[in-house]
């Protein structure tokens, strides 16, 4: 199946070579990164996690998002999922693949990476992370390469990868819940040391990730011709609308504890962030902007007769994504280290250097998906 | 648990499961969870339990001699930029020192002075729950949270897990900026996080921890907290003392006196 990826026209070549430029870019900026150590990006004693790890956090989510197609298709036999489910599996594998990117160059030793499965620790949110997140990867390969090479040949998928979809159900869930554990279960930072954290990752990534999952069905149907289908597309801008909701109703929650109990180390995170604390608010335009796209993307596709016109619905659903991303990888991560321990306020502003390595994943993660569904397009239009 | 059971439960990979039981609360906290922080309760205290006491009332202002000593001692890179800052054992005025304490009209006298801050080797430690590969581990035999800087990889998620800012992380080669070179402790590289360790390697060749030695005021005392005869115990009964931040549950091994 693999020698259909090289088969295209001066355009899908040419994206190519702009995604290898970019990625070229980034492994220069990380071989400076290896050689001087993570003094080259904004990250310091007090914000001692940056944009890597608020990037992880945010694509956890998208990696899970596939069970939102999954789920429909081979639990309930929603058959109008049928074209779709291909795409959001090969979003799940790229996605996790960056996951595994971002945590890797945000080590300060990771040539030592291996030293969290030589000396496993069961206490340590971070060792199940890795462990949900590589079985996580091998489920969606699996399944999602074993269904598409018996359309290939035009016969039944086999038996034995049902109970492999299966798994992979609850199994998205528990990426993102543990994802969330990594920093619910810190005492003392308070912005997210609450229960709601892994209900909220949970609703953010069923928003985010069906809206690319949108996105990228349009692109594939302008530039290969693959349509997934009117009503699929519907029926996933519903699953979107429905848990930006949830999602903005989770954050309405913490605002109401948080303020209405008044409990000074309950609001800090939350005042940093939306409206700036002793005179500091790096991220508040970020915020607001987050807050104001986010919603008015909700308005949208609230409205039915604008979310089942197709230019709304993109422009709604890049909405939902560039709020969410802000929301999950700028605020989250960052709010969470300001104030610090000592109540003090530290600013951080990624580098150039940073923004390249980060911009490099990103890279090889749309190159990375870019090739499977040129495969699976072509195996998907054969006929 | 004797050493058999433990090293064959490690060994059929049930510990991982066992792991899972205690992270979802089906087993009870006790056994499995002791082959990782045997002395997080109370009543298991047969061991020492190194502590301090910082009556800060005699710490002069301006001085740093016990700041100077340890980080003389364990070859601490001096960076002058707060990024890639490393510090086991510094000053901070109060607010900082005790965000949760800091009510309303505190005395000028208690707000002027400054404090020590430096890692309270918990008795039931945030890092060591948080750390992927055991390179942060509490030493049964005497509570201190000491490192191994040649597993650490550097994640960092000790440093979010603690909540007192103890720890610091190698953000460039630490070498270059270290003063004056000391043999008492080795170097560390570009990569791992490191804090103050209670001097162990001193403690090992019964000498007292380099800042209790350098204070020329006795404000530093430092003993056994599990023996109920030892100069911290009875500075404990005297006094009226703080813990930084009790409310976490950490159980910090320094205490002071305001
Ligand atoms: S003070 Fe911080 S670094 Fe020291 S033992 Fe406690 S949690 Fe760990
Ligand atoms: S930085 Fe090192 S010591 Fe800290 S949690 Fe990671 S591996 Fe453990």
Redo the contacts with the bound molecule.
């Keep these: 199946m693999i020698e259909k990826a090289f088969n295209g026209d001066r355009n899908y070549w040419g994206w190519i070579v702009f995604l290898l430029v970019i990625i070229s870019a980034g492994i220069y900026s990380y071989i400076n990164q290896l050689t001087t150590g993570l003094t080259l990006t904004g990250m310091g004693r007090d914000v001692s996690w940056g944009v890597y790890i608020a990037q992880f956090t945010f694509l956890v989510g998208v990696a899970a998002s596939a069970v939102m197609v999954v789920l429909p298709y081979y639990l309930h036999d929603y058959k109008a999922f049928g074209k779709i489910v291909i795409i959001g599996e090969f979003l799940a594998v790229t996605a996790t693949i960056m996951c595994l990117l971002f945590i890797l160059v945000d080590l300060g030793r990771p040539d030592r990476i291996l030293n969290v499965m030589l000396y496993p620790t069961p206490n340590s949110m971070l060792f199940w992370d890795a462990t949900v997140l590589t079985g996580y990867l091998l489920l969606n390969i699996v399944s999602g390469w074993t269904v598409l090479g018996a359309e290939r040949k035009g016969v039944q998928p086999p038996k034995w990868v049902k109970p492999v979809i299966y798994l992979s159900i609850p199994w998205a869930v528990s990426i993102h819940t543990v994802t969330a554990f990594l920093y619910a279960g810190l005492p003392g930072r308070h912005l997210w040391l609450t229960a709601v954290l892994a209900p909220r990752f949970l609703a953010s990534a069923f928003a985010a990730g069906p809206a690319i999952l949108i996105l990228v069905s349009f692109i594939l149907k302008k530039t290969t011709g693959f349509d997934a289908g009117k009503q699929a597309i519907n029926k996933l801008a519903v699953i979107v609308t429905y848990a930006a909701i949830i999602n903005f109703f989770l954050l309405g929650m913490e605002f109401f504890t948080a303020f209405y109990s008044n409990i000074p180390s309950h609001m800090h995170g939350l005042q940093y962030l939306f409206f700036g604390l002793h005179g500091k608010g790096q991220l508040v335009p970020w915020m607001r902007v987050s807050m104001i796209v986010g919603l008015g993307s909700l308005v949208v596709l609230l409205i039915p007769k604008l979310r089942t016109s197709s230019k709304w619905l993109i422009m709604a659903c890049i909405g939902i994504v560039v709020s969410i991303w802000i929301d999950k990888g700028v605020g989250l991560i960052i709010g969470g280290f300001v104030p610090s321990p000592l109540e003090e306020i530290v600013g951080y502003m990624p580098t150039l250097g940073e923004v390249s390595i980060t911009f490099g994943i990103w890279a090889i993660g749309i190159l990375l998906l870019t090739l499977l569904l040129k495969i699976a397009a072509a195996v998907k239009t054969q006929d | 648990m004797n050493e058999n059971r433990r090293e064959f439960i490690k060994k059929t990979g049930l510990g991982v499961l066992a792991g899972l039981g205690v992270a979802s609360g089906i087993f009870p906290k006790s056994s499995f969870e002791s082959a990782v922080a045997s002395t997080t309760h109370e009543d298991s205290a047969s061991g020492r339990r190194w502590g301090m006491v910082i009556d800060t009332r005699k710490c002069k202002d301006g001085c740093t001699k016990c700041i100077d000593a340890c980080h003389e001692v364990h070859n601490v890179p001096d960076f002058d930029n707060i990024k890639d800052e490393i510090k086991w054992i510094w000053k901070s005025p109060y607010g900082n020192v005790f965000p949760g304490e800091s009510a309303q009209f505190v005395s000028e006298e208690t707000r002027e002075r400054s404090y020590l801050a430096l890692?309270?080797?918990?008795d039931n430690?945030?890092?060591?729950r948080a750390c992927p590969t055991k390179a942060?581990f509490k030493r049964d035999w005497d509570g201190i949270?000491a490192m191994d800087y040649h597993r650490c990889i550097g994640c960092r998620f000790?440093m979010a897990?603690?909540?007192?800012g103890?720890?610091s992380f190698n953000w460039r080669d630490p070498r270059p900026a270290i003063p004056k070179r000391s043999q008492a402790y080795p170097t560390r590289e570009r990569g791992v996080v490191e804090?103050?360790n209670f001097c162990s390697e001193r403690l090992a060749q019964g000498l007292q921890p380099a800042c209790v030695a350098a204070c020329p005021e006795g404000v530093l005392t430092f003993g056994d907290l599990n023996d109920p005869e030892s100069e911290v115990r009875l500075l404990l009964e005297k006094n009226h003392t703080l813990q930084r931040r009790a409310e976490l549950g950490?159980r910090?091994s320094v205490f002071y006196i305001i």
């Design positions: 890692c309270n080797h918990c430690p945030p890092c060591v942060t949270v000790c897990a603690c909540p007192y103890a720890r804090k103050c950490t910090p």
